[in-house]
């Protein structure tokens, strides 16, 4: 899994139902005095709730997993690791900044806004925007609409909770979707084919493509698979086929065209490399001209 590590799959799959969790136990410990369709979840967390500490401890559970998600999601792009982090901080202070009894709490208000405008915004700010295959959830056009759907949601939550109304329904949606898009993002990078690994759905309709098109992951002594500088793997088919390229027995990323090879190569140091040279260039499954 290089581009996620293993336990950022445990943090995000354990926020939501942390979260989820946390709002079904508080809110029945509460009695009838709390209705979960027009209070709040802070409410739960306040000093006025019976076993704050439930609630509260939930939402910095949640911020802990959004910071552990953010440092393990290698694929996501950096200023979107950033929010998501900074995001689940700002969880963590909210869960340290309950509402008193009576009144409003600043801190506690402020550290909402921010937190909702920071796990709003994660989701864009994520997005690869790369020739490269990238994971579904990371892509500019889905990335953009869920960033929309949140900021939609928060503008719902606000009408709601100014107007009396639904306010509990409405936060209760914007968090839910917030929590459980982090593990949407982990799953697509682990089931989309990203460079350094075959795609799997290649995996399971032909095993044998596989192992022509990427190797049996066996490397010969000194780092070398192959004897040549440059080893240009077979075409993996797809939505966007590529080529594999290894340079000195290390994977170098995808290849769609001639091109990529040699700025591949260029960018690890080999600037005179000659694609119809046998003795630097190994093609495997095809010749220069094969990309599809």
């Keep these: 899994m290089r581009g996620v590590a293993w336990w950022a799959v445990v943090s995000s799959s354990a926020a939501p139902v942390v979260l989820v969790a946390g709002w079904v136990v508080a809110a029945g410990l509460q009695g009838p005095g709390y209705d979960p369709f027009t209070d709040t ?3 739960l967390a306040g000093a006025g709730a019976v076993d704050p500490w439930l609630m509260a401890g939930a939402i910095g559970v949640l911020g802990v997993c959004h910071l552990v998600t953010a440092l393990g999601l ?4 950096a200023a979107g690791r950033i929010a998501l982090g900074a995001g689940g901080a700002t969880a963590i202070l909210v869960a340290l900044s309950p509402v008193p009894m009576s009144g409003g709490s600043m801190r506690h208000s402020t550290g909402v806004v921010i937190g909702y405008s920071l796990l709003a915004l ?7 925007r790369s020739r490269q295959p990238s994971a579904w959830g ?4 889905l990335a953009g609409m869920v960033t929309a ?3 939609l949601g928060a503008l719902w939550f606000l009408e709601e909770l100014w107007g009396h109304g639904d306010a509990g329904v409405a936060e209760r949606v914007l968090t839910a979707g917030q929590a459980l898009w982090p593990l949407f993002v982990v799953a697509s990078c682990l089931l989309t084919g990203l460079p350094g690994r075959a795609p799997v759905g290649l995996a399971r309709r032909d095993p044998a493509a596989v192992r022509d098109a990427w190797g049996d992951g066996r490397v010969q002594a000194g780092g070398m698979s192959a004897k040549t500088l440059v080893t240009v793997h077979a075409v993996v088919p797809g939505p966007r086929p590529f080529r594999r390229v290894e340079i000195q027995g290390y994977d170098a990323g995808p290849a769609f065209r001639a091109e990529d090879v040699l700025r591949l190569c260029r960018d690890r140091g080999h600037h005179d490399v000659n694609l119809d040279d046998p003795a630097q260039v190994t093609w495997v499954g095809g010749d220069a001209a094969t990309w599809s």
């Design 41 to 43: 979840i802070s409410e």
């Design 74 to 77: 290698r694929a996501a792009g």
């Design 122 to 128: 994660w989701p864009a700010l994520a997005a690869r």
């Design 138 to 141: 990371l892509r500019p056009m």
């Design 149 to 151: 759907l949140f900021l």
